[in-house]
């Protein structure tokens, strides 16, 4: 098993930068893929990004494509996004993401859930 919290979000300006941490324990972060996901008020629950396990592969949806990074410190057992030149529709929770089953664009290819981190844009 694994816990996840996230940490980082916050109120930014449209066309600013914030960067979200995901601290695993219980397991080494080094034990699984990792992913990014959103939702914002009234939607579903999106994905955003995911890097593989030993952080060599990473993926996108076209939507931050660009202006997110994706990446992972095994050591420090901790996986960031890295978010730039911000919108307001990148205003949602954030949620961290643990999987056993290598890298997933799909929120049930996903054993394991932080309680999210609030990102709120302005404009």
């Known amino acids: 098993q694994v816990q996840l919290v996230e940490s980082g979000g916050g109120l930014v300006q449209a066309g600013g930068s914030l960067r979200l941490s995901c601290v695993a324990s219980?397991?080494?972060?080094?034990?699984?893929?990792m992913g990014w996901f959103r939702q914002a008020p009234g939607k579903e629950r999106d994905f955003a990004a995911a890097?593989?396990?030993?952080?060599?592969?990473?993926y996108y949806a076209d939507s931050v494509n660009g202006r997110f990074t994706i990446s992972r410190d095994n050591a420090k057992n901790t996986v960031y996004l890295q978010m730039n030149s911000l919108k307001p529709e990148d205003t949602a929770v954030y949620y961290c993401?643990?999987?056993?089953?290598?890298?997933?664009?799909?929120?049930?290819?996903?054993?394991?859930w932080g309680q999210g981190t609030q990102v709120t844009v302005s404009s």
């Open positions: 890097i593989s396990r030993g952080g060599v592969n990473t």
């Open positions: 993401a643990a999987g056993n089953s290598g890298m997933n664009r799909a929120y049930g290819g996903y054993d394991y």
């Open positions: 219980g397991r080494t972060v080094s034990s699984y893929a």
